[in-house]
C-alpha cells in the first residue's frame, strides 16, 4: 500500500487531487470566513461604534460633563477602588492555590481544583443572594454584624467580597497548567543551592509565571470592572456611594439620560479596549517566551 | 565528609521505596547507585539531600545528623537529570546564583562571584557561553552548566540523579569520563544514581547495587561484577546465561558437567541454577566428557568479538557465548555446526527463594 501511494505521487493529476482532499474548497473557505467576519461586524463592531455615537452625539462638552459629573466620578472611583483591593487579593489566593495545587499532593486536590471553577458557574445574581443571606439584616451573621456596627451588605465591603468572589478563577486558573507543566525541579535546585523558601519563590517561581500572572491579573482587573448582577443585588444602589461604573450606567438609562450613559458605558469601552490591547502585547511576550524556551 | 546513611525508610502511600538501608559513603568517593527503575534510589538521593524526608532513620554528615536541616541549610550541590536551570538566567546568573543568595554578611563581592564563576565555565569547558540562555545550548553542554552551577557554592557532598539519562550514547560516554576525570580533581564525597550499569562500573569508585528499596550488593565495580552477592545482581549486570543444575555433595551437575559448589556440601539432590557470563562459558569442536554438547544457532560478529547463540540438547532456552574472533576462526565453528561448551567460572545458587 504504502509503495502504491508513493509512486502515484509522481502522478500530477493525482497529485491534484490528493491536495484537494487535504484542503476545503474555496466556497467553504470563504462561505465560514465570511460568516465569522459578519459575526464579529453584527455583535461586536456595530456596538462599539454604537456606543461611540452615542457618547459622543452632542459633541464633547457634553461627554466630559457627563463623566465629570459628581455621581459619575463616585462610581468611577468607586470602581477603580474596588478594582485596586479585589486584583490584588485575587493574586495572592490565584498564586498560593496555583501552587498548592501544582506543587503539592494533598487530599481534596481535585475538590478544589473543581471549587475554583465555582464563580464561573454560579449566576452572578445567586452570588449576590448568598451573600446577602450570610450578611444582610435578617441574614446568619446580620444580628452579630449589626452589633458591632459592621455594615457589609449595601456597603462598599459587601462589593468587594462579590466581586473577589466573581474573579478568584482567573488567575489561579491561569496559573495552574503553567506551574503544572513547570514542574518543581528548578526551585528544588534553588533550594538545592541555599536559597531560602521566599528567596526561590521571587528569583525562580516568579520570573518563570510573570507572563501567565500579569495575563490573569489582566482578566481580573476587566472582569472586576465590568462585574454587575452580584454587585446590584448587594449595593444597594446608592447614588454617589455605592454605584460602580456598570451600575450608575443602568441608572442613567433608567432614567432616559441616554447621552450621558452612552459617555460613562464609552469609558468603561475605552478601559476594556486598553484592557485587550496590553492583552495581546502579553500574548506575544508569552509566545515569544516560550519559542525561545523551546528552542534547543 | 563522609555520609552516614542510618536505618532509613520511605513510603509512598502502599509504596516502600526505602526499606531500611544503612550505608556509609566514604569521604572523597564517589558511589553509584545503581538499580532498575522504582529500586529506590533516587528517593535514597533525595532524602540524603533534604528534598523528601524519611519516614525514618537519621541521616549524618561527617558524624553529625543532618535529617532534620533544611535543604537549603545541608550545603549539598544537586544536579538533575533534567537539568533544571534556570530558563529566564543566562549561563553566567544561573552558575553565580548559589552565591548571590547568600545573605549579605556571607555573600562575596561582585568581583569575587565574577572570578569564580568564570573559572568553574573554564572547568567544564564552557566559559564562551556565559552570556547565552541555557535554551541555546545542547543537552551535554546544559548538564555541564548544572554541573558547575552545584559545585559554586563549594558543597560537602555531590549528589548527582541521572545525570546523563537525558542525553544521547555517545555524550553519554564522553561526559562520564569527564565527571570521572573531574571528582579525580576535586574529590568531593560524590553519589549518583543510574539504571545504568556499564555506566555504574566504568564511572564510580564504589558500586550499591538496589533492588525494591534494598541494597543487594555494595562494593567496588570489580567485586560487584565478578563476585555477584545474589542471582538479582548477577542478571542486573551484564548479560548472564543460567543452567539448570543439581546439587549433591557439594558438586552441581548440569547434565554430563560438573561444577564445584563447596558452599553447598550439605546439600542434598536439591534443584540449583548456574550462572555463567556469556565470556566464561569455553566453547571446544570436539566432544569432552565434561562439557554439554550444542548446536550453533547463530554467529554475530561484533567488532573484534564474535557472538554465538547455542541450543543445548536439555534446554530450549538459547545460550551466549563471547569469544575473540581470532578464537573463532581457529577452532572452525560455523552456524548450524555442533559445538560443546563448558563453564569456566561460574556460579551455582540454590532454587528457592528469590530464584527467577
Known amino acids: 500500500m ?13 497529485a491534484a487531487r490528493w491536495r484537494r482532499a487535504t484542503s476545503e474548497p474555496d466556497w467553504l473557505r470563504w ?66 492555590a496555583a501552587w498548592a495545587i501544582a506543587k503539592f499532593e494533598f487530599r481534596g486536590k481535585s475538590i478544589l481544583i473543581t471549587l475554583i471553577d465555582m464563580p464561573f458557574a454560579i449566576s452572578p445574581v445567586v452570588v449576590g443572594l448568598i451573600f446577602v443571606i450570610l450578611f444582610g439584616t435578617q441574614g446568619w451573621l446580620g444580628p452579630w454584624l449589626a452589633a458591632h456596627d459592621l455594615r457589609i451588605i449595601f456597603a462598599v465591603p459587601g462589593i468587594v467580597i462579590v466581586i473577589a468572589f466573581g474573579t478568584m478563577p482567573f488567575i489561579a486558573r491561569e496559573l495552574i497548567p503553567l506551574m503544572q507543566q513547570q514542574g518543581k525541579e528548578e526551585e528544588e535546585a534553588s533550594l538545592t543551592l541555599g536559597a531560602g523558601g521566599w528567596k526561590t519563590f521571587w528569583y525562580v517561581t516568579l520570573p518563570n509565571i510573570k507572563w501567565g500572572l500579569i495575563y490573569g491579573i489582566i482578566l481580573c482587573n476587566a472582569r472586576a470592572l465590568g462585574e454587575f448582577g452580584a454587585v446590584a443585588v448587594v449595593s444597594g444602589r446608592i447614588r454617589g456611594e455605592t454605584n460602580t ?31 485587550v490591547a496590553i492583552k495581546s502585547v502579553v500574548e506575544w511576550q508569552t509566545e515569544r517566551s516560550r519559542r525561545s524556551a523551546d528552542t534547543p | 565528609m563522609s555520609i552516614e546513611i542510618d536505618r532509613i525508610n520511605k513510603r509512598f502511600g502502599d509504596f516502600i521505596a526505602v526499606d531500611n538501608v544503612s550505608l556509609t559513603l566514604n569521604d572523597g568517593e564517589l558511589t553509584a547507585l545503581l538499580g532498575p527503575s522504582g529500586s529506590g534510589k533516587t528517593t535514597l538521593l533525595r532524602i540524603i539531600a533534604g528534598l523528601e524526608q524519611p519516614d525514618s532513620g537519621r541521616i549524618r554528615f561527617q558524624g553529625e545528623d543532618a535529617t532534620d536541616l533544611h535543604v537549603s541549610d545541608r550545603g549539598v550541590g544537586f544536579v538533575f537529570q533534567h537539568y533544571a536551570l534556570f530558563k529566564h538566567m543566562n549561563v553566567f546568573e544561573n552558575v553565580a546564583y548559589g552565591l548571590t543568595v547568600k545573605p549579605r554578611s556571607q555573600r562575596p563581592s561582585k568581583k569575587e562571584i565574577r572570578d569564580k564563576v568564570m573559572h568553574l565555565l573554564e572547568m567544564v569547558q564552557l566559559d564562551w557561553t556565559a552570556d547565552r540562555l541555557p535554551s541555546q545550548l545542547s543537552g551535554g553542554q546544559r548538564q555541564r552548566i548544572a554541573l558547575a552551577r552545584a559545585l559554586a557554592v563549594e558543597p560537602k557532598v555531590l549528589l548527582l540523579d541521572e545525570p546523563f539519562g537525558a542525553l544521547d550514547a555517545k555524550v553519554r560516554a564522553e561526559l562520564r569520563r569527564w565527571l570521572r576525570r573531574l571528582h579525580d580533581e576535586i574529590h568531593v564525597t560524590s553519589v549518583f544514581v543510574t539504571h545504568d550499569q556499564e555506566e555504574a562500573l566504568e564511572v564510580s569508585d564504589r558500586v550499591v547495587v538496589m533492588n525494591r528499596g534494598k541494597v543487594e550488593q ?88 564474535v557472538r554465538l547463540e547455542l541450543q543445548t540438547d536439555t534446554s530450549d532456552q538459547a545460550v551466549h557465548a563471547e569469544l575473540s574472533k581470532h578464537q573463532y576462526r581457529s577452532l572452525g565453528l560455523v552456524q548450524g555446526g555442533d559445538a560443546w561448551i563448558r563453564p569456566v567460572i561460574s556460579r551455582v545458587f540454590l532454587r528457592d527463594a528469590d530464584s527467577p
Open chain 2, 218 to 305: 555494595d562494593g567496588t565495580p570489580e567485586e560487584v561484577y565478578d563476585h555477584p552477592a545474589n542471582p538479582f545482581v548477577y542478571q542486573f549486570l551484564g548479560n548472564v546465561n543460567l543452567f539448570h543444575a543439581r546439587v549433591q555433595n557439594g558438586v552441581a551437575k548440569i547434565g554430563s558437567v560438573q561444577i564445584a559448589a563447596p558452599e553447598y556440601a550439605g546439600q542434598q539432590d536439591s534443584l540449583a541454577l548456574a550462572y555463567v557470563r556469556p565470556h566464561d562459558l569455553e566453547v571446544l569442536n570436539s566432544r569432552e566428557e565434561d562439557a554439554l554438547h550444542a548446536r550453533i544457532d547463530l554467529v554475530s560478529v561484533v567488532g573484534p568479538t
Open chain 1, 31 to 96: 462561505t465560514l470566513i465570511g460568516i465569522s467576519l459578519s459575526f464579529l461586524a453584527l455583535f461586536l463592531i456595530l456596538p462599539l461604534l454604537v456606543v461611540l455615537y452615542g457618547a459622543f452625539e452632542q459633541g464633547l462638552a457634553v461627554w466630559t460633563a457627563a463623566i465629570t459629573e459628581p455621581d459619575a466620578l463616585a462610581a468611577i472611583r468607586l470602581s477603580l477602588f474596588v478594582v485596586a483591593i479585589v486584583v490584588p487579593i485575587n493574586v495572592v489566593f490565584g498564586v498560593a
Open chain 1, 2 to 14: 504504502t509503495t502504491q501511494t508513493l509512486g502515484n505521487v509522481a502522478n500530477p493529476a493525482l
Open chain 1, 245 to 275: 461604573m456598570p451600575l450608575h450606567i443602568e441608572v442613567l438609562y433608567n432614567e432616559y439620560m441616554f447621552t450621558a450613559a452612552f459617555a460613562v458605558s464609552s469609558l468603561l469601552m475605552g478601559l476594556a479596549l486598553v484592557t
